[in-house]
């Protein structure tokens, strides 16, 4: 496994078949539908999801999404923390996905 997403806060929390799931579902179907994501991709499906759910104004979910990833990095695992310039790089690609 190249590595795992976290996203932290309220949202891990959430009725899961009520909010993330279904989301998670259309991705998958529409990105994906018949091999897994890179660590890339799997970090921006949590970032559109979460932001997808505070939109939705679930309760106990706002302000804006930590997304962090587990990487390999001299053969030992290390958590790290996706950098604001990466978050927007997905909140781009969100933005000109949605105007279509």
């Known amino acids: 496994m190249p590595g795992r997403i976290d996203v932290a806060g309220p949202a891990l929390y959430l009725p899961r078949q009520n909010s993330a799931d279904p ?3 259309f991705l998958r179907r529409v990105y994906w539908p018949s091999n897994l994501p890179t660590l890339r991709q799997d970090a921006f499906a949590a970032y559109w999801t979460v932001k997808h759910v505070i939109e939705m104004r679930v309760m106990g979910v706002e302000f804006e999404p930590d997304v ?3 990487e390999t990095v001299g053969g030992k695992p ?3 923390q ?14 000109a996905a949605e105007e279509r």
Do not use: M
Request: hydrophobic content about 50%.
């Open 23 to 25: 989301f998670l579902g």
């Open 78 to 80: 290390k958590a790290r």
């Open 68 to 70: 962090f990833v587990t």
């Open 82 to 95: 996706l950098e604001q310039a990466e978050l927007l790089d997905h909140q781009s690609f969100i933005t």
